[in-house]
């Protein structure tokens, strides 16, 4: 309805009012007073005022945006339930045993302005969780009234503004009526308390009263604003009252007089209704959100949804990108913000009372963290008010000055239920989380947060229950670098089945089954595949003969399959193998190209139909006839795979051991001995393992666990994905270390060439794994550093300038990066590649620009002519995560000091932000490595980090920098020798980053560092690169290094093949030319020169040619 047609509406035909309103307001005010009403313009009034209402509450802001929608256009039926959760009682053991209970589908459900509607009550209180839609119901009501769905003035009462009005008035006084004169002034009445004083009293007012939980209890403002309600509501008993409050904010003191209700979580229905709504502009991208949300893995996000103002979150994420995040912790990152901060302070401008003095948003975290850890360890979801008060005020007594305040732990949980929803009342007096999948969250954060004190080796422990998958699946997502991680869960799973003989017989099986095959598939695909023949024989021979019948019906609806998952999934009725297969090992098999693995499948189709028919009193036409066609199948692909020999046995055995249709059973069994010799003896399958129901169940876990690690894998940054997942399904050997961090190793980079970048028109080198660069300042060392880095953003396919400029790149428009001299006409690609050590396959890239003179034109890459070798490379989808994870560090005292952003790379962020953070997730291997190299600070005594800030409390750092590091000077007094890492000098952050990068197995492996020398004493160089070349071995770590400090040469040993020294220098026409100095330049047959020396006299080369 047009706000031009809402005049019609009965209600809003003010002047109807007119003579009832005239006389009322002339025994108010007088009849000498009346004369300005009698001229008075009540439609004009009137349609003013729908006006105002309009623009008010018409529209919704949404969150997270800036943006306002019709609210009608979105707006999504409010249900109301019957029952109170406060007034439920519930015992907690009843509870934990069937959580079902608090439901609140097993309520009775009602439209919410429906029962507005109806004339039975007049005063509602309503209450809802945080975000559960009660200010949008409010402001619909508002609207619907506008337009005469209900036959009343509507007057809406923000009523934390109206406190607000309050306290600037002078007497201080909850008096409700200056208020409501304030909202009409839009009328332009001549005094608008006596028209608003004849609507209270004829019942035509319909009075919202908004967020009591909005207004603070501090100075008992709450209180009075109570009381100012109940006397006005006893004093208009005609008028209709809503009244909204969080639940956990509640007031019931007014249930006299009011009837109590509250807002109905979202069902599914409604759920979709509103993911309709909100994307009906586009509704194939609607659609795909309703598609891809109702996938088992966003169990956790479906829950969320059930509540407005996350399920708003939901869709403002998906419109965005058009999934939801990859990253699973995200969203809920996002929500709990949501809940904390960002809904109250961006949208509504409130400010809630202060739940306690010391706790600050970052403890919030840590106390929600603490708690749902330690319940969801125990299985517990539900708590005693008592129980988690107790909690809380254990956990406010650590914070520090704590000391000296009154800690009440009820009054806490009260804030926090009512301020936030984090947690809920679910029944009288229990609470809980508001979402399980909240709680899961939290015990992730917690793991994360805690890793050096063995959160993860005590999370892999429940790899194999299903209830802690969600906590494994956020918390790799959480984890800047997950490799500790997943060397922890393979070991883990290894221990499922390492204790019984006939597993690991299976397992040896897979593994020299799956070697022999020739294919192209990922190793651990293959492997899975072997484990899913292994079980559906043995799961085939264990069934009863009622399950004959249901294998032979499901193998004939197999046959019109041609992929590995789909018969998998008939096969196998639970499905568990056929997700296996689909998700974790490479999808799906095609057997059209993989000639080995469709021979060994067809096999065990025939077989199973053999071992089928040998338990049926006769067989149909139809069932012989499709033993005849998957027979004849085998023998045409064993022919194409040019298996003459297996061809000839197979065509033997058709011809004289197949029974005829009507033989009897025991002909099959014949039939099927000779078969397993046949497999046996050609294929190495066949193999009877027929498992106890135990092994089966150890079987079933060990394989369910490698699914979700390889789901975790899917969110997870590692250093090198390629090692891990060559590391699944493998056979588990009986000295599994868990403690062990090192996967297995990538090979080193042997060449590299470069081509048309800046300044090097074309070079060609040999890298050992130190790679030393001298040359005079603009000689073009960092462009060698920064082609390489080129290369590894095009390997990443992610040639945008953010991606440039985060490895290190200096970047200038495209015209400005490929080389351009007077002599030359100027280059249109840039070409790089490298070649790996016993691989001939060089990895290479050819890169252009549309746009030359455009900064932030994206780079793309040019095809290239491949050979068969390259191509092969592609077939095999080569990557080379030491390439990738490639980075160009150079140092900045600001990043090492903690004194600006964290870095988007982790774990070392390329000025060298992170390094509190890397060193404090050392594992106890790397930390005593490191210790070793201690004597290179001579006053240093010990290195601290401080993960729970005590120290800042403490007053040792000023709180400008988010470094966590510490150190103690051993000159100084015991009681006063802290200092946080903003304080330390400049050359020990230096050392301590450098031997950090050698030593951690969580920093790439491949990198360059630009100016090592910066803020290092000249003799402290030389003995630094003794010792990263050492590490440098001992680790596999492959560096480029430019310095201008000869010192640093004094620590390289050019008859160590491990370590190269280049000379870079300009030519006469200005292009790059870097050479390797492979010996040291001798004066004499004693010479014992050094290097630097050599260097300085300009026996090296690498030096300003203009003095």
Known sequence: MSIELMALAGAWLWDKYGEDALKSIAEKIGEKSTEKWKQFNWNSAAKKYRNALYEDYGKVRLLGTHESVELEGIFTDVFILDKVSAFQRHAIEELEKDPEKLNDYEQKRENG?????????????????????????LKYITIQAVKGQLDKVPIFVSLHRWAEFVRKSADKQFNLMPYLVKQFQCCNFPDAQPFIEHLLETGNALLLFDGLDEVNQADDERAQMLHALSEFSREHRNCTVLLTCRVAAADYSLSEQFTYLEVADFTEEKVTEFVKKWFKQDVARGEQFLEEFARDEHRGLQELARVPILLTLLCLVYARKMEFPSRRADIYEEAIEALLETWDREHRSIKRDMIYQGLSKRHKLQLFSRIATESFQNNQYFFEKKHLASKIADFLKQLPNSQNQAIDGEAVLEAIAEQHGIFVERAKDIYSFAHLSFQEYFTARYIFENQAYGTIDNLVLHVTEDRWREVFLLTVSLLDNADSFFVAMQAQINTLIIDEPELVKLARWV???????????????????YYFLARALDRALTRALARAIDLNRDLTRAISLSRARSIARALDRDSHLARALDRALARTLDLTFALDLAIDFKFLIIRLLVINFSMLPTLRKEQYSNFFNWFHQIIETVKQANLHELAEKLTTLAKQNIPKQEAPAKDWKKLHKKLLVIMQETRNIGHQWQFTA???????????????LVDCLSLATVTDREAIENHLLLLPETNIDPNKTELPTNPLITHVKVKNFKSIVSTELELGQINVFIGANGAGKSNLLEALAFLSSAEENRLDPDTLYSKGIRIAKPSLMMSSFKEFPPSQEIELSVSLEKDDLPIQAKLGAKSTDNLLFHWEKIALSFDTRQIERQKRHFTYPPLTNYLIYNLAISALRGLNTQSKIQPLGINGEGLDTLLLNFSDAEKAELKEYSYFIEWLNDIQLDANNTYEKEGYKQGRSVSNLYFTDKFMPENNQLFSAENSNEGVLHI???LALFISHKTPQFFAIDNIETSL???????????????????????????????????L???????RLFKVYRDDEGLTQIRRIKTKPRKGENDYTKLSELWMSGNLGAIPTEF
């Open 694 to 708: 135990e092994q089966e169940q150890k079987l079933e876990k060990y394989l369910q666990a490698h699914l979700l």
């Open 992 to 994: 301590l980053f450098y």
């Open 511 to 529: 593994v020299e089954k799956s070697a022999s095959v020739q294919t192209s598939y990922k190793p651990a695909a293959v492997r899975g595949f």
């Open 113 to 137: 302005f429906k029962l507005i509607q109806q004339k039975k009550y007049k005063r509602w209180f309503i209450l809802g969780k945080p975000g559960a839609g009660k200010t949008t119901f």
């Open 1017 to 1051: 004493n000249p003799y402290l160089c030389r003995h630094l690169m003794e010792k990263l070349t050492e590490l440098a071995k001992k680790h596999r770590k492959q560096a480029l290094i430019t310095t201008h400090n000869p010192a640093i040469l004094d620590g």
């Open 1053 to 1059: 040993d050019l008859n160590d093949e491990a370590v």
